[in-house]
């Protein structure tokens, strides 16, 4: 597999980027790199990624960015399908609405949290952001949800908002969380390190995605017409949620994350 070699050098013209492609020489002032040779798979053509062979894999890793170097997202986005910028100090992912054909996404060991939102990225189909900092998953999910529509592989182990038994959560917790994510990406494969199952698909679905009054309502008690017309009580009303709601947790499935 051939492989472009780049070389970063010291620049003293402070903010100024410039990439000499016809001599692979990359000079970076911003973040300020060492004068070192990457490795050669830095940028590299990949074959795995796409039958006709002319995806293109960039590797930005390990290099102390704060975000990606315009310049970059220039000379790179137009061709690139596979990113590696994990292991850096990026809080802001705006830059990404340039790669319109990113299928492949690893931002482990940023921190980035919940407040860093993904731009529309339709073709990702694999996002990684493990070790981040992000310590909420709403409204993040939701947000995640509509810039990714197709993701189907999705890692946020590490991250607080992500409940484990490294982290001090409880299984029900760890439950409780894979089913709300699951239930927000229809097409999602693989959550963490584990797949996708069916049983966690319905479950998911039949907590998170049934309209509140659908699952309160027993069958045969009347249209919704019929009960939003009906004289009720607060009195009525709190009783069905509490019936409901000890119901629901009586009839949840241990089902295996």
């Known amino acids: 597999m051939e492989c472009e070699k780049l070389k970063i050098n010291d620049n003293h013209d402070e903010g100024v980027i410039t990439v000499d492609v016809s001599n692979s020489i990359l000079v970076d002032s911003v973040t300020a790199m060492a004068q ?3 490795p050669a798979d830095y940028i590299q053509s990949s074959e795995d990624l796409n039958d006709d062979g002319d995806s293109t894999k960039l590797t930005l890793a390990y290099e102390r960015l704060y975000e990606l170097p315009r310049t970059i997202i220039e000379t790179f986005c137009d061709h ?5 910028i994990s292991h850096n100090k990026i809080t802001n992912l705006d830059g990404l609405v340039h790669f319109k054909h990113l299928t492949t996404l690893i931002a482990d060991d940023n921190p980035i949290t919940e407040h860093c939102l993904l731009p529309p990225m339709p073709n990702l189909q694999l996002l ?9 998953l709403y409204p993040w999910v939701s947000k995640l949800k509509e810039s990714c529509q197709n993701l189907q592989y999705l890692s946020v182990m590490g991250n607080p908002a992500a409940p484990s038994y490294f982290n001090g959560g409880t299984f029900y917790e760890m439950l409780q969380y894979r089913l709300f994510v699951i239930s927000q990406f229809p097409s999602l494969l693989h959550l963490d390190d584990r797949k996708v199952t069916e049983d966690q698909r319905e479950e998911a679905h039949r907590l998170y995605k049934r309209p509140l009054l659908e699952r309160i309502m027993k069958p045969g008690s009347g249209s919704l017409t019929q009960l939003m017309t009906s004289s009720v009580t607060w009195s009525s009303v709190h ?4 019936s409901f709601w000890n ?3 009586g009839q949840r ?5």
Do not use: A
Request: net charge positive; glycine share 0%.
């Open 36 to 38: 070192t040779l990457l």
């Open 80 to 84: 690139i399908r596979y990113l590696d």
């Open 128 to 136: 990684w952001l493990n070790r981040c900092k992000i310590s909420s």
């Open 253 to 257: 499935r241990n089902l295996l994350i």
């Open 239 to 242: 009783n069905k949620l509490s």
């Open 247 to 249: 119901k629901e947790k």
